[in-house]
């Protein structure tokens, strides 16, 4: 879909469920990441994410676009545009808008620990991904003094 396929099918979604004219621009924007869309207060412009699109078709990507008109149209009417507004989340149930939208962003690996601090004094452990230097810091609980050991030394390298 091109931009101006986009911006046809947000002037049509605007006329049909909100009975307003679109009269700003509607664009794909790649370099969104962690987000389905987003209305820009200062131009009134409105940016979609081409992934949404992509990967989940064009419900998606309507729900997005009823979800951003709801800012556009509450906010040029003077309303409560935001996501904790009575108004914002009222007109998004009687479009039929999404709250919410699915992630497209790749699963993050998560990073094991190298290291881990032991209170001499009480036991507490924590477990830290880069190596400290033990004699500038103390135990958060008890103000003791902390033991450093390498963290694949003991557990193979596994998070615990």
Same mark, same amino acid.
């Given at each position: 879909?091109?931009?101006?396929?986009?911006?046809?099918?947000?002037? &049509?979604?605007?006329?049909?469920?909100? &009975?307003?004219?679109?009269?700003?621009?509607?664009?794909?924007?790649?370099?969104?990441?962690?987000?389905?869309?987003?209305?820009?207060?200062?131009?009134?412009?409105?940016?979609?994410?081409?992934?949404?699109?992509?990967?989940?078709?064009?419900?998606?990507?309507?729900?997005?676009?009823?979800?951003?008109?709801?800012?556009?149209?509450?906010?040029?009417?003077?309303?409560?545009?935001?996501?904790?507004?009575?108004?914002?989340?009222?007109?998004?149930?009687?479009?039929?808008?999404?709250?919410?939208?699915?992630?497209?962003?790749?699963?993050?690996?998560?990073?094991?620990?190298?290291?881990?601090?032991?209170?001499?004094?009480?036991?507490?452990?924590?477990? &830290?991904?880069?190596?400290?230097?033990?004699?500038?810091?103390?135990?958060?609980?008890?103000?003791?003094?902390?033991?450093?050991?390498?963290? &694949?030394?003991?557990?193979?390298?596994?998070?615990?």
């Amino acid at each position: 879909m091109t931009d101006g396929q986009l911006q046809k099918l947000v002037e &049509r979604i605007s006329t049909k469920f909100f &009975r307003r004219p679109f009269a700003h621009r509607a664009y794909f924007n790649p370099r969104l990441r962690t987000t389905g869309g987003r209305y820009v207060l200062g131009t009134h412009n409105i940016e979609l994410n081409p992934k949404h699109y992509e990967m989940f078709g064009m419900n998606e990507l309507i729900g997005i676009i009823k979800h951003e008109l709801c800012h556009y149209h509450l906010h040029l009417t003077g309303r409560g545009y935001k996501h904790k507004d009575a108004d914002f989340r009222r007109l998004l149930k009687e479009v039929g808008g999404s709250r919410y939208c699915r992630s497209v962003a790749p699963e993050r690996k998560r990073e094991t620990y190298r290291y881990e601090l032991i209170c001499r004094d009480c036991g507490t452990r924590y477990l &830290r991904r880069r190596r400290m230097n033990t004699c500038r810091y103390v135990c958060g609980k008890c103000r003791g003094r902390l033991l450093l050991r390498e963290w &694949r030394e003991y557990n193979d390298g596994k998070t615990p």
